[in-house]
């Protein structure tokens, strides 16, 4: 008994049901298997603060086909799931919704506050891979891991030891980027500059002797408090006799020396620069150089502090005014000149970000980095598009130490115990009860790592490392890294340094990239423009299918690509598609039938095999390349056009007939059908999942049976010719018969003059049933008179005009219809030659407009062309 199937497909009905199928056949886990290849992804882990958007819905979508499609062909597939603590953007979400009861992380103390913190993540940290499940995510969800998790911080806790121990991590005073709103150091990675407007204010700093003045300029005024020195270049002429001199530092009155350093540009400026070592990371180099004094005038939130005297309290912007104030009042203000310029903020929250001097914990990169450089430059990890190597070479050989010390209270606690008694430090797996050196009491670091810090870890730490797990032997090194272009030096950097430090070996062999998904107009999603997308609400409204569809079709690796609701509702009418012909298909088989390729094969059987034999080879040589985009084309053109469009209509003729060639074309049908699902399956997983089960198969799960491969067996190279003719010509007519508005109820003779009399003598069936045609005449010449000519692949062929339309009634319309463009054409070119509307529209706008003209005059072609056919 066949299972019946609704009249119209609803991916409510199917989608979490089909999930639950797969999860209780617990068809996601993997297991270390000696018998098949690993094939391993780690999944970027998504913060807990997190909500599905339309960068985790890509994301996931290319990770979760390319490893359904690995699993169809026999690897062992591991997908392992998690989410990160993201220490950042958790604590603020936890201070803001705090601030809203009115309590502060001071009233709660900080175990109070992680108790919260745990809490947040139990209720909010789970909810972004329940709606990862809504994409059909085929995650091993009996693994998932948190960054925060035991096993994680175990391995946290060891890399930091390690390299502590082989002095990879130090704790000194150097420049950090400092976030005034966060209170929290940030790395070089976090910080993003921003293109502003900004001022250079040109300064006079009086000689201490009276002699004269040096004239420099700065973008920072208000940072005028902390500085120890004016540098000059030691070769340039100008300035030689004032090295050694002093100058007094305006409205501070402090003395200050005049040094000489490589680090000046002699052609910048005045050749002259202000040195405030606390306040910019240059300044800071050439303040170790000259043993400079370090003044840190500012406070954690960038207020003013006690140091700049009477502009304590201020913040740095009204203190930059009144300064500049009292410096144009002074008579030190030469003037002021205007610049736009990039100025660095958090990544977070978009605060200008405060260079400061602090005491932290840095990783020393350079060791790190070498290493890592030579495994993508000698092709043991690459990136896929390659170009996206350059940004990882550029962002690692210029690599600084890395701050990795967070004033945070929610992340792994920094392993490092300090003695106030006689100042040791102390870096342990376990805490000590007691100074090792002198016996007294010791207090943990209060600070806490980057998140990246643990992030790095994620492809080994997550497989049980620093324990040699099964698991880590089986599924180490991982395959593929997918992630976007964004975060390059953020995560994929680090994973590749800290695999090939901890590890000795690459955390993967391949980084494919994507881009972001934009709006249909080009833009960046964002909060501001309101063009954001919730994929939730998509998939609510057209299915997870369709949404996976349209972030996949015309996608290429590392390109940005453009989301549409009309994209979507596209997809989903494709799927509708595919549901219709399979119930199609059930409703036209016998209990009995199984999907086979029968003894017999008619010439379209051949075809369609040749054609299915080529859309697989060619998608698994799509998918080797992570050409994604092209693979899903590829399916997508086959189901419509070769399958419902051509094949399922081609066989009509014969299920009518009934008797073995009816049975013989139902095989067909079904076991065309069987490999087509297999091969959309990995893209659109739910839809095909259900079909599968609804027609006749060995009982088995879609998601684990076999990918499709072909060897020779479907080369029938001479038949798919000669059946691709056969659709030129039935494709040519239909097109004309179009043109000419012939109903496809009106029949016509058609005559074929042809050298391939054989072929189209066995298409006249075809012929008759799609191109409307009350008989076909096939030769190698005819004479007809008022006839049609269209001419297709192999052949010229002929329809009388009297047998498809009245001449004087089909004229009138065709005199109407040209008349109506022309006025069309018309318009559209004055309106494009208007200089005034091209100069202010929007560019796509032209465009638009440009397009309607470019089709107006192609139907004016046609028209015309009719016209013509007429012999008008």
């Given at each position: 008994m066949r299972k019946e199937m609704a009249k119209q497909y609803d991916p409510k009905e199917v989608e979490d049901k089909i999930y639950k199928l797969w999860e209780d056949g617990h068809y996601f886990h993997a297991v270390p298997d000696p018998d098949k290849k690993p094939y391993t992804i780690v999944m970027p882990p998504p913060n807990i603060t997190g909500q599905l958007h339309t960068g985790h819905a890509l994301d996931n979508t290319l990770q979760d086909t390319i490893i359904r499609w690995r699993r169809m062909q026999g690897y062992s597939t591991l997908w392992l799931p998690g989410t990160d603590h993201a220490s950042i953007a958790t604590e603020a979400k936890i201070v803001e919704k705090m601030k809203e009861e009115g309590v502060t992380k001071d009233d709660l103390g900080r175990d109070g506050f992680l108790e919260r913190a745990w809490q947040w993540r139990e209720t909010y940290g789970r909810k972004i891979t329940q709606q990862l499940r809504k994409m059909g995510s085929s995650c091993d969800w009996e693994r998932e891991r948190f960054t925060m998790d035991e096993g994680c911080s175990k391995a946290v806790v060891e890399v930091f030891n390690r390299m502590y121990e082989k002095g990879l991590i130090y704790r000194g005073e150097r420049i950090i980027n400092?976030?005034?709103?966060?209170?929290?150091?940030?790395s070089d990675a976090e910080v993003e500059f921003a293109?502003?407007?900004?001022?250079?204010w040109h300064l006079r700093y009086p000689l201490t002797d009276g002699s004269g003045y040096l004239e420099l300029a700065t973008t920072r005024p208000e940072t005028l408090l902390g500085d120890t020195a004016v540098a000059v270049h030691p070769d340039d002429e100008r300035y030689k006799?004032?090295?050694?001199?002093?100058?007094?530092?305006p409205l501070v009155g402090r003395e200050i020396p005049v040094v000489a350093d490589e680090y000046v540009e002699m052609d910048f400026g005045t050749g002259v620069v202000k040195i405030t070592p606390a306040h910019d990371p240059n300044d800071f180099e050439v303040g170790l150089r000259h043993e400079l004094e370090v003044i840190n005038v500012m406070n954690d939130d960038a207020t003013i502090n006690e140091l700049g005297g009477k502009y304590c309290g201020m913040t740095r912007e009204d203190c930059r005014k009144a300064i500049v104030a009292d410096l144009e009042e002074g008579g030190f203000l030469v003037r002021i000149e205007p610049i736009s310029h990039n100025v660095g903020t958090c990544y977070r929250c978009g605060t200008v970000v405060e260079p400061r001097v602090s005491k932290q914990w840095f990783v020393k990169m350079k060791p790190l980095a070498e290493p890592a450089i030579e495994v993508v430059k000698n092709g043991k990890t690459r990136f896929v598009p390659d170009r996206f190597s350059k940004i990882y070479y550029n962002w690692m050989e210029n690599i600084r130490d890395w701050c990795i010390s967070r004033q945070l209270w929610w992340g792994h606690r920094i392993p490092a115990?300090?003695?106030d008694d006689c100042g040791e430090i102390t870096v342990s797996r376990t805490a000590p009860d007691c100074c090792p050196k002198c016996g007294k009491p010791v207090r943990q670091d209060e600070d806490t790592l980057d998140t990246w810090f643990s992030s790095a870890l994620w492809p080994f730490s997550t497989l049980g490392w620093p324990d040699n797990t099964e698991e880590l032997k089986y599924y180490y090194p991982t395959n593929t890294l997918v992630t976007g272009y964004d975060i390059i030096f953020f995560w994929v950097a680090r994973m590749i340094f800290s695999g090939v430090e901890q590890m000795g070996e690459i955390p993967f062999d391949t980084v494919f990239i994507h881009g972001i998904v934009r709006d249909e107009l080009g833009r960046k999603m964002s909060k501001s423009l309101g063009n954001g997308v919730d994929p939730l609400e998509t998939i609510e409204k057209y299915g997870a299918d369709s949404l996976r569809l349209s972030l996949l079709t015309g996608i290429s690796p590392g390109s940005d690509m453009r989301y549409s609701d009309k994209k979507v509702e596209a997809?989903?009418?494709?799927?509708?598609?595919?549901?219709?012909?399979?119930?199609?298909?059930?409703m036209n088989i016998?209990?009995?039938d199984m999907p086979a390729i029968p003894e017999n094969l008619a010439i379209e059987d051949k075809w369609i095999l040749c054609e299915l034999s080529r859309v697989t080879a060619e998608m698994t040589d799509n998918l080797e390349k992570f050409e994604l985009g092209i693979a899903v084309q590829k399916i997508y053109d086959f189901i419509w056009d070769c399958y419902c469009d051509w094949y399922i209509e081609l066989a009509k003729i014969r299920l009518a007939k009934g008797g073995d060639e009816a049975k013989d074309v139902r095989s067909m049908l079904l076991y065309v059908l069987t490999n087509a699902l297999k091969l959309l399956h990995p893209f659109m997983p739910f839809v095909t999942e259900e079909l599968y089960g609804s027609i006749p198969n060995d009982g088995g799960v879609l998601m684990i049976s076999d990918w499709p491969v072909f060897g020779d067996e479907f080369n029938f190279s001479v038949e798919s010719e000669e059946m691709t003719r056969i659709m030129s010509a039935i494709r040519a007519i239909r097109t004309r018969r179009n043109e000419m508005n012939v109903p496809p109820s009106k029949k016509a003779t058609v005559y074929i003059e042809t050298s391939y009399k054989d072929t189209f003598v066995h298409g006249t069936a075809f012929i008759e049933r799609l191109a409307s045609a009350s008989s076909v005449e096939v030769g190698e010449s005819f004479s007809v008179d008022g006839a049609v000519t269209i001419v297709s692949d192999g052949a010229k062929i002929l329809i009388p005009l009297a047998e498809l339309v009245d001449r004087e009634k089909e004229l009138a319309r065709l005199s109407k219809d040209l008349e109506k463009i022309e006025k069309e054409i018309k318009m559209l070119e004055g309106k494009l030659a208007n200089e005034n509307f091209v100069s202010k529209a929007p560019?796509?706008?032209?465009?638009?407009?440009?397009?309607?003209?470019?089709?107006?005059?192609?139907k004016e072609a046609i028209i015309k062309a009719s016209i013509a056919d007429f012999g008008a």
């Open positions: 400092w976030c005034p709103h966060c209170k929290t150091t940030i293109e502003k407007d900004g001022n250079f006799n004032y090295i050694g001199k002093t100058v007094t530092l115990w300090y003695c997809c989903r009418n494709f799927a509708n598609k595919l549901w219709n012909a399979t119930r199609y298909v059930l016998e209990d009995d560019a796509q706008i032209i465009e638009a407009e440009r397009a309607k003209l470019a089709k107006a005059k192609e």
